[in-house]
């Protein structure tokens, strides 16, 4: 397809991960180009910049349905953060309802938005795996996994702010044991009785990011198995700001799970062409 600028964007936050988000219910971006259009808007310093991309599109099964595309122009199933997004985007514009339903990749979404709130609700997690051991930096690691809607590793530690989340968020990110998917890799600190501080190292932004709602989620999960808290979690993410996971547990089987926190519009704006750097 041919793009034609300018194109009309929203800059959005949610707990600290920051999107653009495009309405594209008229296409301009084939499947094929999204990648490179995604990565290149989303470089910092030189275009808009930001951990994603967001494509709304129309949907025969629900509200709308969503492309959602990492920084590095890669796909990502679902992304829980990207999630409230879009769903307040979604409602401020007019093609969902307060109350809705959109496609991922991972499934279909029920979301909620109560002013910059928005409560949405999971897909199923799966692929629940406890203690197992792991080499990464020379060391033998403890580690926790949980797919929901994209694979996360957990590892529980006495002081977050010690992590070593660039090295060994790396290290596991790309381990052997987690391929060829590779995880997300989550660093979790226990915080009074029922909340948690969660560092997340992203997979597609490969770095630390502000906050992670899936990797929140998978934590807030783990951490109610393993009996540390009890849902409601609070979690405190990198960037400050609180998200709350509910979900209910039968020993290990996982339902019900939602996730709750803010999503804020930060401002709109005109993607011209030499927004999208040729190299």
């Known amino acids: 397809m041919t793009i034609q600028f300018p194109i009309t964007f929203s800059k959005m936050s949610g707990t600290g991960n920051d999107f653009i988000l495009i309405d594209h219910r008229t296409p301009f971006l084939t499947r094929e180009e999204m990648p490179g259009f995604a990565k290149a808007v989303c470089e910092r310093r030189v275009s808009v910049g930001a951990d994603g991309l967001i494509l709304i599109e129309n949907s025969d099964t ?20 990207g999630a409230r997004c879009a769903a307040r985007f979604a409602f401020a514009l007019g093609i969902a309802p307060e109350r809705m ?7 279909l979404i029920e ?31 403890v580690v926790h996994s949980l797919n929901t809607g994209v694979p996360h590793a957990v590892l529980f530690m006495d002081d977050v702010q010690q992590a070593p989340v660039l090295e060994l ?23 009074g009785g029922n909340g948690l501080i969660v560092r997340t190292y992203e997979r597609g932004v ?40 509910h979900y209910r547990l039968a020993g290990q089987e996982i339902t019900d799970v939602y996730l709750e926190g803010p999503a804020h519009f930060i401002y709109e704006g005109q993607l011209h062409a030499e927004a999208i750097r040729s190299k």
């Open 62 to 81: 629900a509200d709308f349905r969503w492309q959602f595309l990492n920084g590095d122009g890669s796909w990502a199933e679902m992304c829980g953060n």
């Open 111 to 141: 979301a909620e938005v109560t002013g910059p709130s928005v409560k949405i609700k999971m897909t199923p997690p799966n692929g629940l795996r406890l203690d197992e051991k792991i080499g990464a930096c020379g060391e033998e690691q």
């Open 101 to 107: 339903r959109f496609e991922t990749v991972a499934g």
């Open 169 to 191: 968020g790396r290290s596991i990110r790309f381990h052997e044991h987690f391929q060829p998917a590779g995880t997300n890799v989550n660093f979790v600190q226990q915080q």
């Open 206 to 245: 490969e770095g630390e990011t502000l906050a992670c709602g899936t990797g929140a989620v998978a934590a807030a999960i783990i951490a109610g198995i393993l009996g540390k808290v009890a849902p409601p979690v609070a979690v405190t993410t990198t960037g400050g700001e609180q998200l709350i996971i």
